[in-house]
Antibody, heavy 122, light 106 residues
Framework: QVLLVQSGAEVKEPGSSVRVSCKASGGPFSSVSFGWVRQVPGRGPEWMGGIIPMLATANYGQNFQGRVTITADESTSTAYMDLRGLRSEDTAMYFC???????????????WGQGTLVTVSS | EIVLTQSPATVSLSPGERATLSCRASQSVGDYLAWYQQKPGQAPRLLIYDASNRTTGVPARFSGSGSGTDFTLTISSLEPEDFAVYYCQQRSHWYTFGQGTKLEIK
């Protein structure tokens, strides 16, 4: 049973940065793919980017290029998402999600964290 | 970026009725399309992958079809727990999600 546990809610000022963590347990870490998905209330999810820890290379959605960094620490089975230059429009729920590359569901996200609410306000 | 357009935005049905939700892609995604269910306060749940394959534990009343640019999620006979928001997602070129269809009780 895969479990993804995210860090707690954050309140940030405009222009600052936020780091959200996602600790994985119950399954392999390095050989899977982790993604970060943002969701503004009432709107569809938006893919921010993802990483395969074994490859240590991240890919980013075009709306987030240059502002987000996704990393993974194999020693602690934790993925991270750093978002810089925060603005009010970044207020949203941020989810980490996992795709088991060796399963039939392959690159689809079949395990999700509980979400982390990031509020950007002065 | 591949844009996914879902229709309708909201559909009102009664338990026992059939639901048909649509997702159209701005360019072909082959069969690299998934459907997720999301309930209030929860993360999305993967229901269907590669257009027509149910994930483990998803009831047989859920089915997916389509390829290329036009896809459909069908719920054959609605149960009370099926009322939620449904999103399609493509993985043909990175990932994008549709804006969702809210399935509400009539």
């Amino acid at each position: 049973q895969v479990l993804l546990v995210q860090s707690g809610a954050e309140v940030k000022e405009p222009g600052s940065s936020v780091r959200v963590s996602c600790k994985a347990s119950g399954g392999p870490f390095s050989s899977v793919s982790f993604g970060w998905v943002r969701q503004v209330p009432g709107r569809g999810p938006e893919w921010m980017g993802g990483i395969i820890p074994m490859l240590a290379t991240a890919n980013y959605g075009q709306n987030f290029q240059g502002r987000v960094t996704i990393t993974a620490d194999e020693s602690t089975s934790t993925a991270y998402m750093d978002l810089r230059g925060l603005r009010s429009e970044d207020t949203a729920m941020y989810f980490c999600a996992r795709a088991d590359l060796s399963s039939a569901t392959a690159r689809y996200y079949d395990s999700w964290g509980q979400g982390t609410l990031v509020t950007v306000s002065s | 970026e591949i844009v996914l357009t879902q229709s309708p935005a909201t559909v009102s049905l009664s338990p026992g009725e059939r639901a048909t939700l649509s997702c159209r892609a701005s360019q072909s995604v082959g069969d690299y399309l998934a459907w997720y269910q999301q309930k209030p306060g929860q993360a999305p749940r993967l229901l269907i992958y590669d257009a027509s394959n149910r994930t483990t534990g998803v009831p047989a009343r859920f089915s997916g079809s389509g390829s290329g640019t036009d896809f459909t999620l069908t719920i054959s006979s609605l149960e009370p727990e099926d009322f939620a928001v449904y999103y399609c997602q493509q993985r043909s070129h990175w990932y994008t999600f549709g804006q969702g269809t809210k399935l509400e009780i009539k």
